[in-house]
């Protein structure tokens, strides 16, 4: 819209670039530990935008799901109020109908939604469910002392590295 009246967006630029930076990092931060994708299963923890909603607008979730399939991995993923909305957006992805659901059997999880569901979740039961016991938390809802106590592999993001597992 701004372009249209002449005006040259460049924050609202940096900001998207920054934004999508920020998938491929989760990618990689997933990637330097399962050390690729083929073959591999990772679920999702939420779908939508923002927490409250089923909006898919621009979700995180969307690139970040593209990501991991074009490196071959298998997707799973639950979202309290946007799965038949993300059923639109997404292919060949597991839909599941609990996040224990999406724990189980896989290689990693990746918080991507900070819905007050997952604050919930029993994680000694999640971790019971994954075949590896890997987390990115995208929204930093847990304690990364107590998930690497737990026994999860866990990084955050932008919390830098501490020698406990965040980074």
Known sequence: MAELYGVRPEILRAATYVNYDQRKRL?????????????????????????????????PSISIIHMLQHEGATVKAYDPEAQETARRYLESVIFCDTP?????????????????????????????????????DGRNIYDPKRMVEMGFTYRGMGRGYDGVGVE
């Open 100 to 136: 224990y659901q999406v724990a189980e059997g896989a290689d990693g999880l990746i918080l991507v939604t900070e819905w007050n569901e997952f604050k919930q979740l029993d994680m000694a039961r999640v971790k019971a469910l994954m075949r590896q016991p890997v987390l990115i």
């Open 27 to 59: 990618i990689q931060k997933l990637r330097d530990i399962l050390g690729g994708f083929r073959g591999k299963t990772i679920g999702l923890l939420g779908l939508a935008f923002k927490p409250d909603t089923d909006d898919m607008r621009d979700a």
